[in-house]
């Protein structure tokens, strides 16, 4: 996207109702976006069905979920799982014998990684086997769906894969020196990119967090249809990152984590949802604030950004709510220290000459600098000090609204979405959170606050 788009009003969910479909594409894994979603489909009344990424056996097979697995697995997501493995991207395979992409990473040194090429040939062979594995099981998940689904239903699928990092030790020695290094161990992400080993890894991010994305709207065809035809309703959504606007020296204004590696594959995803707008598919990439998940953790920094969200509440007249927020991060911190300290250390990282280059919009994903790499890893590190647990962070607690907001705020707009790609910035989100906590409204006042309230008949 050349533009940022953001969403600027408070929908409602007036297509999905009791007995319609959610699909998670993409298996369900501890912390992450994904729960708030998956809430509100419960709350709609959806059946909900899931897939599995399988695992790996001790001969690097892909199998399926055992029964103590798939139990467990079927548990947490509240629905049933279709357990047929849907392991992306090519890491892991290779032709019978040969080493597979992580085999070959794996032969590179610490020494070497910079300078060490690859049979990109070969690599695409790996590629090429991955990809129709995938598709293959792709194709038989699809049909174990289409008998899960009567006519007439609406049908919801939710994207969600994403990663790709191959277990490689060097390149997770160099990742920790890029997303965490500081002083003499701090290490420019432009190397990584530039190297044969960044180059695959792209790949590899590539088909797991956008290609999968448009499998999944191709290998829907038949069941898209079919619903269409029966008077159903069919939605596409997934999760992207492509930087947000938060509140800096009181304005909403753009910013990114640097250097977020994923970035351009993140991009390629936005590709594939306006590619599919283009053709009539309802299909929306919704580029969600920062927040901490088992993945995200790696990269020290990045955690942020969320704070200023305590700021956004209250510039969108979050009262009492907002304040008792505001409160219950700071019992977090260490005795003597304040919100207001806290924000002074990120207010200083923000105005910094060094940060100026990285608020271009048109730049990103930009690779990351010493100097910036220093700042913002040095301000992360002072800040959690600052807590009394380190384990129980400020960045804790402003997620988990995150990940409540955001699942409202794509749930309600994707009735009837403004777009392919859109931005979830800390003002909608700020307004969602305070609008579910808001003393009782009647609807009139609700719309008057930019909500549109109307509901689907239940069934």
């Known amino acids: 996207m050349d533009n940022l788009v953001a969403l600027n009003r408070l929908s409602e969910n007036t297509v999905f109702r009791k007995g319609d479909v959610f699909v998670l594409f993409g298996e369900l894994f501890g912390r992450g976006y994904a729960t708030g979603l998956l809430d509100e489909a419960r ?12 695992r790996r056996d001790e001969n690097n097979a892909l199998r399926p979920l055992n029964a103590e697995e798939l139990s467990s697995a079927e548990a947490q997501l509240g629905g049933r799982i279709i357990n047929i493995p849907l392991m992306a991207g090519f890491d892991l395979d290779a032709p019978a014998g040969g080493p597979t992409p992580t085999d070959l990473l794996a032969k590179m040194t610490l020494e070497s990684w910079e300078h060490d090429k690859l049979d990109w040939d ?3 062979q790996c590629r090429d086997i991955a990809t129709a594995r995938f598709k293959a099981s792709l194709s038989k998940v699809m049909t174990a769906l289409d008998g899960m689904i009567a006519d007439g239903r609406n049908v919801f699928f939710a994207h969600t894969m994403a990663g790709g990092i191959p277990k490689a030790k060097a390149f997770l020695v160099v990742a ?14 432009q190397t990584l990119l530039d190297s044969d080993m960044g180059k695959l890894i792209l790949q590899n991010f590539d088909d797991v967090s956008a290609n999968t994305f448009r499998h999944l709207i191709d290998f829907s065809t038949p069941i898209r249809e079919r619903i269409e035809a ?3 309703q069919v939605r596409y959504t997934a999760y992207g990152y492509h930087g947000s606007a938060v509140l800096i020296d009181g304005s909403y204004r753009w910013q990114t984590y640097t250097n977020y590696t994923q970035g351009y594959a993140k991009m390629r995803l936005e590709g ?3 590619d599919a707008w283009a053709k009539g598919i309802t299909a929306t990439v919704y580029n969600c604030p920062e927040i901490r998940t088992n993945s995200s953790d790696v990269f020290t920094g990045i955690e942020l950004p969320l704070i200023p969200l305590l700021l956004a509440l209250k510039k969108e007249n979050g009262g009492e709510w907002a304040d008792e927020q505001w409160k219950a991060c700071e019992q977090l911190l260490v005795d003597g220290a ?20 990285f608020y271009d919009f048109s730049a ?18 002072e800040i959690t000090r600052m807590h009394r647990d380190g384990k129980t962070m400020i960045s804790d607690l402003l997620s988990s609204l995150v990940v ?13 979405p403004a777009g392919p790609v859109l931005w979830l910035n800390h003002d909608i989100v700020a307004r969602r959170l305070n609008a579910s906590h808001a003393p009782s409204r009647s609807s009139a006042s609700l719309v008057g606050q930019g909500i549109e309230s109307s509901h689907p008949e239940m069934a």
């Open 230 to 232: 029966s008077g159903g």
């Open 364 to 381: 990103w994903p930009m690779a990351n600098s010493q100097a910036q790499a220093d700042l913002t890893i040095g301000t992360s590190n």
């Open 404 to 416: 409540t907001a955001t699942g409202q705020l794509i749930f309600g707009e994707s009735s009837q």
């Open 338 to 357: 304040t919100m207001n300290d806290v924000f002074r250390k990120i207010t200083d990282m923000q105005a910094s000459e060094v940060m100026r280059p």
């Open 122 to 124: 070969y690599v695409g």
């Open 176 to 189: 920790n020196r890029i997303y965490k290094g500081t002083g003499p161990r701090h290490m420019s992400s």
């Open 43 to 54: 709350r709609a009344g959806m059946e909900i069905v899931g897939i599995t990424v399988g």
């Open 272 to 274: 594939i949802a306006e």
